[in-house]
Structures are given as structure tokens and as C-alpha cells.
């Protein structure tokens, strides 16, 4: 049975602070502002991760705000979600389509790395995670915000994600 999941996520930005996006240091003089590392593109994978399975949000498996969650590296967060699903029954992941919306600077240089960082963390083969990217035309200026979607097949092959 193929199941769908989608996740969103914004982060204000701030001067100084680290911007990492699909665990990928982008250089830019602004950063996420975030208890955790920040990473849009993969709090909102995540999320798609869960919802596709309907199984609640990051919130819930990492309430905000928690001591030990402060810096945590979002790939972590990942893969308790990927731990989570494979607990609940088999299932591939066919694909990740993802929006990325910055109005600076530009990412267009880091979609190959952002997309093998991606495709590594949820061990994915060539061409099976799509990301793109959007200025909010002035909307959000001092925002970064990701959209995902995911597609993964449930009830089939062995637990676990799709290699
Ligand atoms: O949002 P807009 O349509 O003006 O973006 C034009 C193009 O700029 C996008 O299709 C994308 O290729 C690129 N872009 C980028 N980095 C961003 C925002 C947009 O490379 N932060
Ligand atoms: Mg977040």
C-alpha cells in the first residue's frame, strides 16, 4: 500500500547562528534560531515522515524546550523517526520532494550536496530526493521554512528504509 506524509517547518533567522539545512552548513551571515541545530528541511521530513503513518509530530517524540535536545543534531531526530516507523510495521521509502523558501542567499550551489545529505541519512538510492528552491519574495524575509513530501510504501520488504 503506498502511503503519502507531508511536513512543514519555519525557523526565524539570526545573525551569528550556524544555518544548517537537510544537515548541510550552509555559509551565510544568518542562521536558524532554534533550540536544536534548526534544520527546516529536516524537521519538516520528519513530520512527513510521521504523518504519512499517522503517527502525531516531532513535538511529540521531542517536546520543545527540553535541556537535552539543545544543539541536537536534526539527522538524530530522523533517525528515531525512521526507528519509530520501522517498529510499527515494513516499509520503503520511494521518494522526498522538498521546498526550500529563503529569500538569502542563494542555495542553488549546495543542491547537490543538500540532496546526497538527504539521500545518505535515509540511506536512499541516486535521484530519489528532489529539492528545490523559492525566495519568499519579501513575505518572509527573516525566515527560512521547508515543505516535504514524502512517498514510502508500507506492508511490504523487510523494516526499514528503502536500500
Ligand atoms: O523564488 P523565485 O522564483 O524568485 O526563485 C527563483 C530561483 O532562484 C529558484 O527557482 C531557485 O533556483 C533559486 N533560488 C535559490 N536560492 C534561494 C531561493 C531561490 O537558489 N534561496
Ligand atoms: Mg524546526
Excluded: C
Excluded at 1 to 9: P, S
Excluded at 58 to 79: K, N
Amino acid at each position: 500500500m503506498l502511503r503519502i506524509g507531508y511536513g512543514e517547518d519555519a525557523h526565524a533567522l539570526a545573525a551569528g547562528v550556524p544555518l544548517i539545512i537537510g544537515g548541510v552548513r550552509v555559509d551565510s551571515p544568518v542562521g536558524s534560531s532554534a533550540h536544536s541545530d534548526g534544520d527546516v528541511l529536516l524537521h519538516a521530513l520528519a513530520d512527513a515522515l510521521l504523518s504519512a503513518f499517522a503517527l502525531g509530530d516531532i513535538g511529540v517524540l521531542f517536546p520543545p524546550g527540553q535541556p537535552e535536545t539543545a544543539g541536537l543534531d536534526s539527522r538524530v531526530i530522523v533517525q528515531e523517526v525512521l526507528g519509530l516507523l520501522s517498529r510499527h510495521g515494513p516499509f520503503r521509502l520511494v521518494n522526498v520532494a522538498a521546498v526550500v523558501t529563503l529569500d538569502a542567499p542563494k542555495l542553488g550551489a549546495y543542491r547537490e550536496r543538500l540532496q546526497d545529505s538527504v539521500r545518505e541519512l535515509l540511506e536512499l538510492g541516486s535521484g530519489s530526493v528532489g529539492v528545490t528552491f523559492k525566495t519568499s519574495e519579501g513575505l518572509a524575509p527573516g525566515h527560512v521554512q521547508a515543505r516535504v513530501t514524502v512517498l514510502l510504501e508500507a506492508g511490504i520488504g523487510r523494516a526499514g528504509t528503502g536500500r
